[in-house]
């Protein structure tokens, strides 16, 4: 398992990522995953979440599975010369209690539940994993994916009916999409006035993703507070919501529609907060990675 020296920042070099791909235009978080869906280690087919969801499918491997040096040792396979790696995050953390002792984690949660004070100290480390285009040596199986449009829209509709706590779904204003939290209401334009149904569904994500903050769901700040258009706090749910979406396209297995000149807006926001706080696409992408569980039902790990 690999490190960075201790000086070495692991939140900016990610944001330095996004940033660039941001003031090229491009939404970093609408990943063209459609066909293959997330990102996943080739050998557990275990789903990359949250950031590394993101990071993943960044990569210029047009099959997104991917495995570690141990696992394609243990498989017989050769890394292939001059191959590159991509780093998958994730959170090393450490307990102590109130005296300053190392604890373990079933430790703390005993003595917090007894009002104790204890301390979780979180490191953000990575590990290396290899594409599988890059292993030799071996036959690798991929599984054929097809999908036709009505087959995409009969999984999006599944998906949307068995979300058991959602909030009302109207089409009453034909001009505009929006979650409504005093109301709980989500208005959609009817899916004719969309030039795809993937635009349709893509947008209707967006907004199921912002109904997860409601005071009795999520109680996430940016929905249950007042928060102006063009504000950090604006900017920081739209950027929840947008990467909510784009994990449920995944997860429903159709595109994400392209950036919009109408979404500069949106870019320049994002921008903003990004080069302000270099934890907040981490932060986002847990967040958005919490709203989706939510919305499929997954309890909290």
């Known amino acids: 398992m690999a490190d960075y020296p201790k000086k070495k920042d692991f939140y900016q070099d990610v944001t330095k990522q996004m940033i660039q791909l941001l003031e090229a235009g491009t939404a970093p978080w609408r990943c063209g995953w459609s066909r293959y869906g997330f990102a ?17 499918n960044l990569t210029p491997h047009p099959i997104p599975y991917f495995v570690s040096f141990k696992q394609a040792k243990e498989l017989g396979a050769t890394i292939r010369k001059g191959a590159k790696a991509s780093r998958a995050y994730f959170f090393k953390c450490y307990y102590k209690d109130q005296y300053g002792n190392n604890i373990s984690a079933e ?5 917090h539940g007894r009002g104790e004070e204890t301390q979780r100290i979180a490191f953000l480390k990575y590990y290396n994993l290899f594409n599988i285009a890059d292993l030799e040596g071996i036959e690798i199986t991929i599984p054929h994916v097809t999908l036709k449009d009505h087959e995409k829209i009969t999984r999006c509709e599944q998906f949307i009916k068995q979300i058991t706590d959602k909030p009302q779904i109207i ?3 034909a001009d505009t999409a929006f979650y409504h939290p005093l109301t709980d209401q ?29 005071e009795t769901r ?7 507070t ?12 739209e950027l929840i919501a947008e990467m909510g979406a784009s994990f449920l396209c995944a997860h429903t297995g159709i595109n994400v529609p392209e950036i919009t000149t109408n979404s500069a807006a949106y870019l320049q926001g994002w921008l903003t907060v990004l080069k302000a706080d270099h934890t907040l696409i981490f932060k986002a992408a847990a967040k958005a990675q ?4 939510y919305l499929l039902g997954i309890s909290p790990e």
């Open 226 to 237: 007042l928060t102006p258009f063009g504000s950090p706090d604006y900017s920081k749910e």
């Open 290 to 293: 919490k709203a989706v569980d």
């Open 186 to 214: 989500l208005n959609i334009p009817a899916l004719q006035q969309f030039n795809q149904a993937e635009e349709y569904y893509s947008t209707l994500f967006h907004e199921l993703t912002h109904s997860t903050g409601h």
């Open 171 to 173: 089409h009453e204003n």
């Open 218 to 224: 999520l109680h996430r700040e940016g929905v249950t």
């Open 107 to 111: 430790e703390a949660t005993a003595l």
């Open 40 to 56: 996943r280690n080739y050998v557990t087919n275990h789903r990359y979440r949250g950031i590394n969801a993101i990071l993943m």
